[in-house]
């Protein structure tokens, strides 16, 4: 199946095969969505995006990663949700540390209930059941993205030129019974290791970029930082050109703005990390809501680039509904 959605920079169409929705603009794969992964149980399978393919075509996601085979280019992962690991891999606990605990639980697609397209680009609406190792039910979560081709005032044209978002929202639903504290290493007692929400792994090349954030630029001491974007600049290899992630939150999440996990000398990783160094309770039938837009963009940014780019995906975060 094919929408169209016509745009100033170009078509933007998805195909369905059945297991993952692939986006292009004028026939170029430029995002692909796995909703049925097959991925091993160890692996907390769920939904991700990768690749992610710059509007130039250079690939900005590694998933299965030997280091971290768990690390899929760009997904929502939980590692400490109640005493379920969501993220995949060992899970850490005040008690174990990292240890392999038989508690990987799986978020599993139930179906789209809408899939359509406007001006603005392509939108999904999800269903998903997340459930525990052992096959109980945990979660049940909405879930809603859309793929935009950024767009904005006259004197941010040049800078938004090559430039796409992912607009993400969850509804995560409390179903298993009891209340669950929604937590992460950290929270566990593991220094600076507050991983845990929507998280991008970027290609080996990127190791060593840049991250810029309205403080400034810099490197590993943007962990655990608070504002309201992020972005990050590497190098890709072959290509030898620079593309940027931008990470941009909703003004209405809980405790907005949260922390980041962003890292860039051990490999290139950034997220968004709202359990970072506090559990936050789900109570049994409750429900929490985030949303965030994430930006792919060609070439390197500047202040000025950084911050139109931050706010036009803000503005397309606002007015999506």
Same mark, same amino acid.
């Given at each position: 199946?094919?929408?169209?959605?016509?745009?100033?920079?170009?078509?933007?169409?998805?195909? $369905?095969?059945?297991?993952?929705?692939?986006?292009?603009?004028?026939?170029?794969?430029?995002?692909?969505?796995?909703?049925?992964?097959? $991925?091993? =149980?160890?692996?907390?399978?769920?939904?991700?995006?990768?690749?992610?393919?710059?509007?130039?075509?250079?690939?900005?996601?590694?998933?299965?990663?030997?280091?971290?085979?768990?690390?899929?280019?760009?997904?929502?992962?939980?590692?400490?949700?109640?005493?379920?690991?969501?993220?995949?891999?060992?899970?850490?606990?005040?008690?174990?540390?990292?240890?392999?605990?038989?508690?990987?639980?799986?978020?599993?697609?139930?179906?789209?209930?809408?899939?359509?397209?406007?001006?603005?680009?392509?939108?999904?609406?999800?269903?998903?059941?997340?459930?525990?190792?052992?096959?109980?039910?945990?979660?049940?979560?909405?879930?809603?993205? &859309?793929?935009?081709?950024?767009?904005?005032?006259?004197?941010?044209?040049?800078?938004?030129?090559?430039?796409?978002?992912?607009?993400? #929202?969850?509804?995560? %639903?409390?179903?298993?019974?009891? #209340?669950?504290?929604?937590?992460?290493?950290?929270?566990?007692?593991?220094?600076?290791?507050?991983? %845990?929400?929507?998280?991008?792994?970027?290609?080996?090349? +990127?190791?060593?970029?840049?991250?810029?954030?309205?403080?400034?630029?810099?490197?590993?001491?943007?962990?655990?930082?608070?504002?309201?974007?992020?972005?990050?600049?590497?190098?890709? $290899?072959?290509?030898?050109?620079?593309?940027? /992630?931008?990470?941009?939150?909703?003004?209405?999440?809980?405790?907005?703005? !949260?922390?980041?996990?962003?890292?860039?000398?051990? +490999?290139?990783?950034? !997220?968004?990390?709202?359990?970072? &160094?506090?559990?936050?309770?789900?109570?049994?039938?409750? =429900?929490?809501?985030?949303?965030?837009?994430?930006? /792919?963009?060609? %070439? !390197?940014?500047?202040?000025?680039?950084?911050?139109?780019?931050?706010?036009?995906?803000?503005?397309?975060?606002?007015?999506?509904?």
């Amino acid at each position: 199946m094919t929408i169209p959605a016509t745009t100033s920079v170009g078509q933007l169409e998805y195909q $369905d095969n059945g297991a993952a929705l692939t986006f292009t603009v004028d026939g170029r794969a430029i995002a692909t969505y796995t909703y049925r992964p097959t $991925d091993d =149980q160890y692996e907390s399978p769920r939904p991700f995006f990768h690749p992610l393919i710059t509007l130039g075509g250079d690939e900005v996601t590694i998933a299965r990663p030997w280091d971290h085979v768990w690390h899929k280019g760009l997904s929502w992962a939980l590692p400490n949700v109640g005493p379920h690991n969501f993220w995949g891999g060992a899970t850490y606990t005040r008690a174990t540390e990292y240890a392999n605990l038989e508690n990987n639980g799986a978020m599993t697609h139930q179906a789209f209930t809408a899939i359509s397209d406007t001006r603005e680009g392509i939108s999904a609406s999800e269903a998903l059941t997340w459930t525990s190792q052992a096959g109980q039910p945990v979660i049940e979560e909405y879930r809603r993205f &859309s793929i935009q081709l950024l767009a904005g005032p006259v004197r941010t044209v040049a800078d938004l030129e090559g430039a796409y978002a992912i607009l993400f #929202e969850t509804t995560m %639903g409390n179903i298993s019974g009891e #209340e669950i504290l929604i937590g992460s290493p950290t929270t566990e007692g593991r220094h600076n290791a507050g991983y %845990g929400g929507l998280f991008w792994r970027g290609p080996r090349s +990127f190791t060593g970029g840049e991250f810029r954030s309205p403080e400034g630029t810099g490197t590993d001491e943007f962990m655990g930082t608070r504002s309201p974007w992020i972005a990050f600049t590497g190098k890709h $290899d072959v290509s030898c050109r620079s593309s940027t /992630i931008m990470f941009v939150e909703g003004t209405g999440n809980p405790g907005a703005p !949260g922390k980041w996990f962003a890292r860039s000398s051990m +490999f290139a990783c950034l !997220g968004s990390a709202p359990f970072f &160094s506090e559990e936050v309770p789900l109570g049994e039938g409750a =429900q929490l809501t985030y949303r965030y837009a994430v930006v /792919i963009a060609d %070439g !390197g940014v500047d202040q000025a680039r950084a911050e139109a780019l931050g706010d036009a995906a803000q503005a397309a975060l606002t007015s999506w509904v």
